[in-house]
């Protein structure tokens, strides 16, 4: 089954622990991106990569990082983590094949609580 | 930068009824507008999706229209049904950086 996959589904953690949110797709995908949902605010971009070893800032990249070894894994790094950025997350992915981005696909979401 | 605002936050609309959920963006050189829809505990998926080189696209009871001169796009939903309950989202492609640009959502409530 054609899926985007992220682990862990929740996560409660404290200030300043360090976190991965791993995020794998079975598409073959080149295109895979995060974003952030906050209540009233929608779904925020915060890194995207267009392929292996090809990342880029979003809107909101503070206290993020990413990383693109493989085609089919985007995980996202909290390195320490702080309560603004509580949230639900999600990864998602998309073809490209010549052209932009059309159809994302996402995954089932992450909800982190930083305490 | 591009600005997407969606109205309205919230729509609450009887069985059978129609409904509709609009979007305004502010850069004119966006050509790519797809809508989500959200339901409870999921992701995000595609519902439908128009491109500037059109103003209208249907697909069974969903349908979409484009304004380009007004910088507007509604997506309209007829014949209502409980499962379309959800929280639905525009979205409008950046073209600088194939980025999507997300308006906040409207959360539709089926009344039966």
């Known amino acids: 089954e054609a899926q985007v996959t992220q682990n862990p589904r929740y996560l409660i953690t404290v200030t300043g622990k360090k976190l991965t949110v791993t995020c794998s797709q079975n598409m073959n995908h080149e295109y895979m991106s995060w974003y952030r949902q906050d209540p009233g605010l929608g779904l925020r971009q915060i890194y995207y990569?267009?392929?292996?070893?090809?990342?880029d800032k979003g809107d909101v990249p503070e206290g993020y990082k990413v990383s693109r070894k493989e085609k089919r894994n985007f995980p996202l790094i909290l390195e320490s983590p702080s309560p603004n950025q509580t949230s639900l997350y999600f990864c998602a992915s998309s073809i490209i094949a010549g052209g932009p981005p059309d159809t994302q696909y996402f995954g089932p979401g992450t909800r982190l609580t930083v305490l | 930068g591009e600005n997407v605002e969606q109205h309205p936050s919230t729509l609450s609309v009887q069985e059978g009824d129609s409904a509709v959920i609009k979007c305004t963006y502010s850069?004119?050189?966006?050509?790519?507008f797809p809508w989500y829809k959200q339901e409870l505990g999921k992701g995000p998926q595609l519902i439908i999706d128009?491109?500037?080189n059109v103003g209208e696209k249907k697909d069974q009871r969903i349908a979409v229209t484009l304004n380009k001169t007004a910088k507007h796009f509604s997506l309209h939903i007829t014949e209502t049904q409980p499962e379309d309950s959800a929280v639905y989202f525009c979205a409008v492609l950046r073209d600088s950086n194939y980025q999507l640009i997300w308006g906040a959502g409207t959360k539709l409530i089926i009344k039966p």
């Open positions: 850069d004119s050189a966006s050509n790519y």
């Open positions: 128009i491109r500037s």
């Open positions: 990569s267009m392929n292996v070893e090809v990342t």
